[in-house]
Nanobody, 125 residues
Framework: QVQLVESGGGLVQDGGSLRLSCAVSGRSISNFDMGWFRQAPGKEREFVAAIGRSGSKTYYGEFMKGRFTISRDNAKNTVHLQMNSLRPEDAAVHYC??????????????????WGQGTQVTVSS
């Protein structure tokens, strides 16, 4: 059974940084394309970043470019999201997701088969 567990969320001041991690168990992470999404109260789930299985291809949401960096460590079955220059509008529950199939649409939540429970990110102004 594949499980994804996020960690690293918390409270940070405007302009601060956080590093989220997602640990995958039950199957090697090298079998998955990985993504991060976020959802604020009353809003739709929003694409944050994604990374292909080998780590050579990365994708970012329009408002994340230059501030966030996604990376993966296949040896440790973990994917990370480094978030810098955080703003109050970045506050949301952040979810890790995994895609195991052949065709992959990295920015689409429905493309992912497995999801974590989420970790809360709060940014104070």
């Amino acid at each position: 059974q594949v499980q994804l567990v996020e960690s690293g969320g918390g409270l940070v001041q405007d302009g601060g940084s956080l590093r989220l991690s997602c640990a995958v168990s039950g199957r090697s992470i090298s079998n998955f394309d990985m993504g991060w999404f976020r959802q604020a109260p009353g809003k739709e789930r929003e694409f944050v970043a994604a990374i292909g299985r080998s780590g050579s291809k990365t994708y970012y949401g329009e408002f994340m470019k230059g501030r966030f960096t996604i990376s993966r460590d296949n040896a440790k079955n973990t994917v990370h999201l480094q978030m810098n220059s955080l703003r109050p509008e970045d506050a949301a529950v952040h979810y890790c997701a995994a895609h195991a199939g052949a065709d992959w649409l990295p920015r689409r939540p429905y493309a992912y088969e497995y999801w974590g429970q989420g970790t809360q990110v709060t940014v104070s102004s």
